[in-house]
């Protein structure tokens, strides 16, 4: 059996608090549909002339709508037992989350200003810390055999009552396979093992959306042109950053913007220059071009908020794409290498 984690680690479990190893698509699918969210809402007010909702000196700000939508969100949280519930709770969270930090204008002007300059930066700096926490909560290390059963034993808690329908099955059945060493695994697999079939499968859009969106990024980089068509487009918004922080109106050239974005743009086409001087391992190659995509999403897009907001926003889009490509990439390169060391022959003794 497994002996206990040590550190943080250990006490999150000794606290009966394992990770989800779904965790990070869950948190992705909530920051994801959030900007989606700040996105449509912006783009609908717009269209629609800022129309005011209300009368009589009354104005319902679509804050409150996203308040609600977040307090339903906990409700349901805290209502239903297993993971079947979760979706819901990333769809209608980061929708309420969306619309709620959309307003965050109002809140730091006098003036109650919705149209505030440098919200949309605001909001995006708001959805990289949430992305970090998530990061340094869910991604520090692999999940521990300890919390890979847990997560078999939570599907099972939907099994129970509802039955298992062959994916939700066959995913249970790899946690397991996963927590061999972990203490409770015989139990938890004779568990498992008795809940009943059924072929229903229960809607899970953030699944969905997460599996196509990895089958279409990997489906692409099977084209050999296509990771070196991203790199060169990474260098290329990196040389545009820089380009942009340079050519500022004075206007628009405070010293914190003008340097974020030179700084930003210089660090992706650092790291795309160190990646390109690699030779003969792809795998390192394209882990310096995805830290390039992170120094921009980071640091550069922060102030190309500031400055034009839907520009921000369509560099954003190109940048997320961009790492989805990459990363699609790295895993291929990743694959490629564990399989070869699976069919390396083993060393003949004597």
Known sequence: MSSPSR???????RWGLPRDPDASRHLTGFLVVTVVTVLVTRGALAAAGFPQVGGDGLHVSHVLWGGLLMGLALVLALS???????????????????LFVDEVGKFVTEDYDYFYGPTAMLVYASVVALALVG?????GSRPVPAERLAAAVDQAVAGVAGGFSPRVREHAETLLEQSVDATGHAEAAALVATVRPDHAELPDPVAAVSRAV????RRLVRAAWVPWIAVATIVGSAVFAVVRGLTLPDADSSTWVVAMLVAGGAATAVSCAVGLTVRGDRERAFGWFRRGVLASLLVTQVALLRVDEWAGYAMLALDLLLLGLVGAELEVLRAR??????????????
Do not use: I, K, N, Q
Not at 135 to 139: D, G, K, L, R
């Open 135 to 139: 990061e340094a909560v869910t991604a």
């Open 214 to 217: 990895v089958a279409t990024t």
């Open 80 to 98: 239903f037992m297993g993971p079947v519930v979760r979706p819901f709770v990333v769809l209608l969270g980061g929708v309420g989350f969306g």
């Open 7 to 13: 550190g943080l680690r250990g006490t999150l479990l």
């Open 337 to 350: 290498r564990r399989d070869e060391r699976v069919s390396e022959p083993e060393p003949r003794v004597g």
